[in-house]
Structures are given as structure tokens and as C-alpha cells.
T-cell receptor, first 111, second 112 residues
């Protein structure tokens, strides 16, 4: 089983749609969680950190469920510019601080 | 200017050649990482370093070596390149254990 798993997609949605991505992780000791965005063959960039209480940044909401070991990202009112690959990232906590990446979920927002 | 800079950005090399990828950062972070990205496999950790001269293997270190002689620099070497090392390579830094990582712009390496 992979340490971090995501549905690779692609998710094809119309502009204005709400879309949700889920990610599961295997290490229950994991301490910190992030969503990154990666545009085609460019470097990943931090979209948002994920906190136990859940957090929101504009149209983006991240949730963490420690009991079930999954993380979610909700995007409301999708824009064409949201088209990218979204990477779920976990810090296992007991491996010296290195980050483990999911394979990414591809989102394509259409007019 | 980018905070994390990788050179070269693109490289084509022949099988058996030695090649070095360079990474430098101006963020003042102690922790540095090398990842490779292949289609469908996501980013996989090659090596990481938490301080000068500290070297740790990641999940796919075979065929690679690294050097960390200064806080700001972390170089990745392929001693004898092979075609299945064709990939997109990223260097990253982080400030401390539970914080996010910042990436360089990537090096596209092709081994023919």
C-alpha cells in the first residue's frame, strides 16, 4: 500500500462547479499535511496547509480526518485557472521531517 | 530571482556519462531535498540533508549520490547515467520538521 494515495483523475468539470479531492495516508503518526498545486511540468507550489480543525482560504477548504486517515480539498466556484494537478503531501513525523507525496489528482476546468 | 535555483534547467546526456545537478537556495533553510518526478508516479525522494555534511537516503537513492558542503548548496550526481534516470528532478528546502517545502523550478534530464 502506498503511503499517500490519491485518485489520479482526471476530473473534468465546468466552470463554476464544486469539486472535491480526497487523499488517504497510511502512517497514523503523521503530523503535518499539505495540499500543493502543480502546473504542467512546473514546480509544485504550496496551496494550503491542512489543520486538524479544518481551514479555508477563499474558494478552497481543506479538512483532516485523523481517525480515518484522510485529507480532503474542496474547491468551490471553479475557475479555468484552477486547472492543474493537486498533490496531497504528508509529513510522516517519524522519518525526520521528509515529505511524502501522493501521485496527484489532475483537474481540468472547462468553459 | 527564485529562492531555490536549479542548474541546469534542461540537459540531454548520453548513457554512461557522469552528470551533476546543482541546487542553491537563499532562504536560509537547513533542510534540503532531491526528488524525481515520473508520469503516474508522483514525486519520489532520492536524498535529503538536514545540515551541512548530513546525508540521508530516500526511497530511490540507488544510482545517485549527493553532496552538501554548504548550507545553501545541495548537489545531486549521477555517476553513470542510464536511460531510466530520464525524469524531471526537483530540489526543495524546508525550514524545520513540520513546515512546508519550497521547490526549485526543476531540471529536465534526458539520458539517451
Amino acid at each position: 500500500r502506498k503511503e499517500v494515495e490519491q485518485d489520479p483523475g482526471p476530473f473534468n468539470v465546468p466552470e463554476g462547479a464544486t469539486v472535491a479531492f480526497n487523499c488517504t495516508y497510511s502512517n497514523s503518526a503523521s503530523q503535518s499535511f499539505f495540499w500543493y498545486r502543480q502546473d504542467c511540468r512546473k514546480e509544485p507550489k504550496l496551496l494550503m496547509s491542512v489543520y486538524s480543525s479544518g481551514n479555508e482560504d477563499g474558494r478552497f477548504t481543506a479538512q483532516l480526518n485523523r481517525a480515518s486517515q484522510y485529507i480532503s480539498l474542496l474547491i468551490r466556484d471553479s475557475k479555468l485557472s484552477d486547472s492543474a494537478t493537486y498533490l496531497c503531501v504528508v509529513n510522516p513525523g517519524n522519518q525526520g521531517g521528509k515529505l511524502i507525496f501522493g501521485q496527484g489528482t489532475e483537474l481540468s476546468v472547462k468553459p | 530571482d527564485a529562492d531555490v535555483t536549479q542548474t541546469p534547467r534542461n540537459r540531454i546526456t548520453k548513457t554512461g556519462k557522469r552528470i551533476m545537478l546543482e541546487c542553491s537556495q537563499t532562504k536560509g533553510h537547513d533542510r534540503m531535498y532531491w526528488y524525481r518526478q515520473d508520469p503516474g508516479l508522483g514525486l519520489r525522494l532520492i536524498y535529503y540533508s538536514f545540515d551541512v555534511k548530513d546525508i540521508n537516503k530516500g526511497e530511490i537513492s540507488d544510482g545517485y549520490s549527493v553532496s552538501r558542503q554548504a548550507q545553501a548548496k545541495f548537489s545531486l550526481s549521477l555517476e553513470s547515467a542510464i536511460p531510466n534516470q530520464t525524469a524531471l528532478y526537483f530540489c526543495a528546502t524546508s525550514r524545520q520538521m513540520n513546515t512546508e517545502a519550497f521547490f526549485g523550478q526543476g531540471t529536465r534530464l534526458t539520458v539517451v
